[in-house]
């Protein structure tokens, strides 16, 4: 039996992240290490999220 976490079982867990993981998808991210992925990752999801909570959609 393979455990699934539940973080990755709801992937992506809504529009901010799924629009963070379209974006960083597009990007040359080769010179960074792990822990700046992760930090990059962190920005540009605070930015969208950001803006999504300006929208009225």
Not at 17 to 25: D, H, K, P, S
Request: zero cysteines; a negative charge; aromatic letters at 12%.
């Amino acid at each position: 039996m393979t455990y699934v976490n539940a973080r990755q079982a709801n992937f992506p867990f809504n529009e901010a992240t799924a629009l963070t993981m379209l974006y960083l998808e597009k990007q040359d991210l080769s010179d960074l290490s792990p822990s700046q992925l992760v930090e990059k990752y962190h920005e540009v999801y605070k930015e969208i999220d950001k803006e999504l909570a300006a929208k009225p959609y």
